[in-house]
């Protein structure tokens, strides 16, 4: 039985589920509803949760770098194993693109991101329309690029459970208990 994933990793990883399972509906809400005050809340709940999946990933990444995941089955294939590599590190590169996105296309726009109404980003560039309609552009396309990821991590995931049998999704669901969680970095660092 490979070891489990520990609790701040599958901490780390339902929490951001649970971010883009919210946000993602969010925004085809925002934008499917007439101008007014409900559109406005919606933008800006939108970029409030965007902004705490920016920052899940950060503390994700750092957390993942000191904590590395259980290993693969040993018998998977090789190129099943970059594969599954690769497709963490985009959902990584993912996970910091589309929110930064989202924030310079809103400064863009002209629109500042207060989140939740506790404090507001600062906005970095000046407000060019043309320019937000651009970046907000690659914003969805990297939402859609995102979702592809996703289906395909789920689509891994029950291939393993599934079809192989192995411990592989097993070992990321909440309860599972598995080796402590230890850093890598020698104790009296």
Not at 21 to 46: C, K, R, Y
Not at 96 to 123: D, H, I, N, Q
Request: a positive charge; glycine letters at 8%.
């Amino acid at each position: 039985m490979a070891a489990s994933y520990g609790a701040t990793a599958k901490a780390f990883h339902w929490l951001t589920v649970l971010g883009i399972v919210i946000v993602v509906p969010l925004g085809i809400a925002m934008l499917n509803v007439g101008p007014g005050e409900t559109q406005n809340s919606l933008f800006d709940l939108h970029r409030s949760v965007g902004f705490v999946i920016f920052v899940l990933a950060a503390a994700r990444l750092l957390w993942r770098l000191s904590h590395p995941p259980p290993p693969l089955p040993a018998d998977l294939p090789g190129w099943q194993q970059a594969a599954a590599l690769a497709t963490h590190w985009v959902l990584y590169a993912l996970l910091f693109t589309v929110p930064v996105l989202g924030w310079l296309g809103s400064s863009y726009f002209g629109a500042a991101v207060s989140v939740f109404g506790l404090f507001t980003l600062p906005v970095p560039v000046a407000q060019d329309r043309a320019v937000a309609e651009t970046v907000l552009a690659f914003h969805v396309w990297g939402v859609i690029t995102l979702g592809a990821l996703v289906a395909l991590h789920m689509g891994a995931a029950l291939h393993h459970h599934f079809v192989r049998r192995d411990d592989v999704l097993a070992r990321m669901l909440p309860g599972r208990h598995g080796a402590p969680e230890r850093s890598t970095r020698h104790p009296t660092a």
